[in-house]
């Protein structure tokens, strides 16, 4: 008989496997589960050189999955970059880029953040001179909480190009002085990718950052991870990483087409070069990404409806597709051939408007290749229309869901504000998706938009439409709110699926990998609103103890 190479017994475990819910005691070998069963079933597969793990009633449940994270950007800015968080005021935002600029010399680029909407009145109407008054021999670029906005002084816009007398920048918005006409240092998507690039990180940088990263998401349970928009540098790391056995999760990487934040849009022959050489054991690349709109604090995500006069916007105007990144025919085209070479994309869309135009491509794409395995992602997927809802399941389309980007936060006034209290009680509309058929995944999106990547708070944000942190009381949309189980789903199972290893990881089943977690309580019978604060015990990956706490 087979003998394990670890047992795991007095234990509750939550397989999420449909037939077998529940069980006592976990047997794993190589790396991924050799049974599951009673402990005295399990015991049989002792042997001489298996490691028992006895948990006095502790729960074992499936490692979790993060469908849309930033884990380079995450890390470095939790390493090397600005942050003063979600709630700091602007003075103290400049304080810190005053520090930075005295630590460092003027050869570094002083990056960081974040900075707000409800910050832009007291800015004036030429932000870049508050900069400039900090310093003008450094190069300093400051992103929104969104990340599709920056704040530059002269030095970064003159590096940059972005001076007077330059042509825009299609798709993307800069800022001029009424009184001067120069760049004010505002931009917004496209136009932030010139100042973007200014930022580099260093091979010692980036292999210190993917250590802190897999050291934080294993803290928090994850054994999956979806990077959702990698350019080369990114899918160098992570390919370098996992050659060193220090990539500590299963991940995906969407390898860019079309973003604002890079340019020109990367050719698919290209592409295919990028996926053929960073391919690795731990790290599949059978992914794109694109945008199809920004976001609501610049305007820029694409809506059905006008935003809110009150914002200042100009209703008479309105166009829904003005704020469409990419045009119809050109999108629709962008899907068919991403599609035909076997690239599963995740599309950016914020606004009904973007995300009909998301859905009108994947049909574009079922039309002209036939339906395919591959099931096409809309990220964040915020405001769906009604038409629409049902269009998910019809499509085998997947609705990504970022809680952490909805529930009430630093942000939520803003929202309100520019797209009025009705509009967002259709936001993130989980309730709804669910009823139609639409299969959901969990993304946070940190370091964009979210403090954190715990997916806790967003878990348990999902139950309750509250955000734990008491600094922000109320509820938003709560007869959106989902159960437990029908939220669990999307960070464990469903993920699996869009990671493209079903029957392989999301759920406790033998010949799946040996990926789980270890709980001091079952969270099947904690209040929702204490999900939010659980901490793993253990984290294992492969049968591998990534994080012990």
């Given at each position: 008989?087979?003998?394990?190479?670890?047992?795991?017994?007095?234990?509750?475990?939550?397989t999420?496997?449909?037939?077998t819910p529940?069980?006592r005691?976990?047997a794993?070998?190589?790396?991924k589960?050799?049974?599951?069963?009673?402990?005295?079933?399990i015991?049989?597969?002792?042997?001489?050189?298996?490691?028992?793990?006895?948990?006095?009633?502790?729960?074992?449940?499936?490692?979790?999955?993060e469908?849309?994270?930033?884990?380079l950007?995450?890390a470095?800015?939790?390493?090397?970059d600005?942050?003063?968080?979600?709630?700091?005021?602007?003075?103290?935002?400049?304080?810190a880029?005053k520090?930075?600029?005295?630590?460092?010399?003027?050869?570094?680029v002083?990056?960081?953040?974040?900075?707000?909407?409800?910050?832009?009145?007291?800015?004036?109407?030429?932000?870049?001179?508050?900069?400039?008054?900090i310093?003008e021999?450094h190069?300093i670029?400051?992103?929104?909480?969104?990340?599709?906005?920056?704040?530059?002084?002269?030095?970064?816009?003159n590096?940059?190009?972005?001076?007077?007398?330059?042509?825009?920048?299609p798709g993307?918005?800069?800022?001029?002085?009424?009184?001067?006409?120069?760049?004010?240092?505002?931009?917004?998507e496209?136009?932030?990718?010139?100042?973007?690039?200014?930022?580099?990180?260093?091979?010692?940088?980036l292999?210190?950052?993917?250590?802190?990263?897999?050291?934080?998401?294993?803290?928090?349970?994850?054994?999956?991870?979806?990077e959702?928009?990698?350019?080369e540098?990114?899918?160098?790391?992570?390919?370098?990483?996992?050659q060193?056995?220090?990539?500590?999760?299963?991940?995906?990487?969407h390898?860019?087409?079309?973003s604002?934040?890079g340019?020109?849009?990367?050719?698919?022959?290209?592409?295919?070069?990028?996926?053929k050489?960073?391919?690795?054991?731990?790290?599949?690349l059978?992914?794109?990404?694109?945008?199809?709109?920004?976001?609501?604090?610049?305007?820029?995500?694409?809506?059905?409806?006008?935003?809110?006069?009150?914002?200042g916007?100009?209703?008479?105007?309105?166009?829904?597709?003005?704020?469409?990144?990419?045009?119809?025919?050109?999108?629709?085209?962008?899907?068919?051939?991403l599609?035909?070479?076997?690239?599963?994309?995740?599309?950016?869309?914020?606004?009904?408007?973007?995300?009909?135009?998301?859905?009108?491509?994947?049909?574009?794409?079922?039309?002209?290749?036939g339906?395919?395995?591959?099931?096409?992602?809309?990220?964040?997927?915020?405001?769906?229309?009604?038409?629409?809802?049902?269009?998910?399941?019809l499509?085998?389309?997947?609705?990504?869901?970022?809680p952490?980007?909805?529930?009430?936060?630093?942000?939520t006034?803003?929202?309100?504000?520019?797209l009025?209290?009705?509009?967002?009680?259709?936001?993130?509309?989980?309730?709804?998706?669910l009823k139609?058929?639409a299969?959901?995944?969990?993304?946070?999106?940190?370091?964009?938009?979210?403090?954190?990547?715990?997916?806790?708070?967003?878990?348990?944000?999902?139950?309750?439409?509250?955000?734990s942190?008491p600094s922000y009381?109320?509820v938003?949309?709560?007869?959106?709110?989902?159960?437990?189980?029908?939220?669990?789903?999307l960070?464990?199972t469903?993920?699996?699926?869009?990671?493209?290893?079903?029957g392989?990881?999301?759920?406790?089943?033998?010949?799946?990998?040996?990926?789980?977690?270890?709980?001091?309580?079952d969270?099947?019978?904690?209040?929702?609103?204490?999900i939010?604060?659980v901490?793993?015990?253990?984290?294992?990956?492969?049968?591998?103890?990534?994080?012990e706490?």
């Open positions: 008989m087979i003998k394990a190479d670890r047992i795991w017994t007095g234990c509750n475990i939550l999420l496997d449909q037939h529940r069980s005691a976990i794993t070998r190589k790396g589960i050799l049974a599951i069963g009673t402990t005295s079933e015991k049989n597969l002792v042997g001489p050189k298996t490691k028992e793990h006895s948990l006095a009633g502790k729960l074992i449940m499936p490692g979790l999955i469908s849309h994270t930033h884990v950007w995450g470095c800015r939790s390493l090397f600005i942050y003063v968080g979600f709630e700091a005021s602007l003075s103290e935002l400049l304080d880029v520090m930075k600029c005295d630590q460092v010399g003027p050869d570094r002083i990056f960081g953040g974040p900075w707000r909407p409800a910050m832009r009145a007291k800015m004036g109407s030429n932000p870049r001179k508050i900069l400039d008054a310093s021999h190069t670029v400051l992103h929104d909480a969104s990340q599709h906005l920056m704040w530059c002084n002269s030095k970064a816009l590096l940059a190009g972005i001076v007077k007398g330059c042509n825009g920048i993307g918005v800069i800022e001029f002085d009424p009184a001067t006409d120069e760049p004010n240092g505002i931009l917004a496209t136009a932030t990718a010139p100042v973007r690039a200014l930022v580099k990180r260093s091979l010692v940088e292999a210190s950052a993917i250590k802190e990263a897999m050291r934080y998401f294993n803290s928090m349970g994850f054994t999956g991870l979806k959702p928009m990698a350019f540098e990114e899918l160098k790391t992570y390919y370098l990483a996992d060193r056995g220090e990539l500590t999760v299963h991940m995906a990487a390898i860019v087409h079309s604002p934040l340019g020109l849009p990367v050719p698919f022959d290209a592409m295919d070069e990028l996926r050489k960073y391919s690795h054991e731990n790290l599949h059978n992914f794109a990404k694109i945008f199809i709109d920004g976001v609501a604090p610049g305007f820029t995500a694409s809506f059905l409806e006008p935003y809110m006069p009150e914002s916007y100009d209703v008479a105007s309105h166009d829904p597709d003005r704020t469409l990144l990419i045009p119809r025919d050109k999108l629709n085209n962008m899907l068919i051939e599609d035909d070479r076997g690239y599963t994309v995740k599309m950016h869309a914020v606004g009904d408007n973007a995300i009909r135009a998301g859905l009108n491509a994947i049909e574009a794409a079922r039309s002209a290749n339906m395919s395995r591959l099931r096409h992602e809309i990220a964040h997927c915020n405001f769906v229309s009604d038409k629409d809802l049902s269009r998910f399941k499509l085998e389309a997947v609705a990504e869901l970022s952490k980007m909805w529930y009430p936060n630093p942000g006034s803003i929202q309100i504000s520019l009025g209290n009705t509009r967002m009680q259709k936001n993130h509309r989980l309730k709804d998706l139609a058929g299969e959901m995944i969990y993304g946070s999106d940190w370091p964009a938009a979210a403090p954190d990547a715990n997916p806790w708070s967003g878990l348990s944000g999902m139950i309750t439409r509250c955000n942190d009381p109320g938003l949309a709560p007869h959106q709110a989902i159960s437990l189980f029908d939220a669990l789903p960070f464990t469903n993920g699996a699926r869009a990671l493209g290893m079903e392989l990881a999301g759920k406790l089943e033998q010949g799946h990998w040996a990926d789980f977690i270890v709980l001091d309580e969270i099947l019978k904690m209040p929702p609103e204490q939010a604060f901490k793993p015990k253990m984290t294992i990956w492969k049968d591998q103890i990534v994080y706490r």
